[in-house]
Nanobody, 121 residues
Framework: QVQLVESGGGLVQAGGSLRLSCAASGFTFSSSNMGWFRQAPGKQREFVAA????????GYADSLKGRFTISRDNAKSMGYLQMNSLKPEDTAVYYC??????????????GGQGTQVTVSS
């Protein structure tokens, strides 16, 4: 069956870095756009970044440009989100999604269960 499993979240101090991973299975990941989203307590889920199926195209939320980098390894069916210079306001559950959609979660075919990222001040 289709699965997207996020990992790599945790507790980090402000200014630190984390690398999130998304393991895909059960569908043709290499032909699917993928994205990362996040949801903080009491807030709506928001777009973080997206990457085209080939990796040639990327997009980011304006507020995160320069700190976050999305990438993928189609040979391993893996997606990644490198997060640098983390701030307490980056604290959220981070989700990966695949199969279209770009910056709109509801337009993706598949979504993961999320991984918690907590940034302490």
């Amino acid at each position: 069956q289709v699965q997207l499993v996020e990992s790599g979240g945790g507790l980090v101090q402000a200014g630190g870095s984390l690398r999130l991973s998304c393991a895909a299975s059960g569908f043709t990941f290499s032909s699917s756009n993928m994205g990362w989203f996040r949801q903080a307590p009491g807030k709506q889920r928001e777009f973080v970044a997206a990457i085209s199926w080939s990796g040639a195209g990327t997009g980011y939320a304006d507020s995160l440009k320069g700190r976050f980098t999305i990438s993928r390894d189609n040979a391993k069916s893996m997606g990644y989100l490198q997060m640098n210079s983390l701030k307490p306001e980056d604290t959220a559950v981070y989700y990966c999604a695949a199969g279209g959609g770009w910056s709109n979660w509801s337009n993706y075919n598949y979504g993961g269960q999320g991984t918690q990222v907590t940034v302490s001040s």
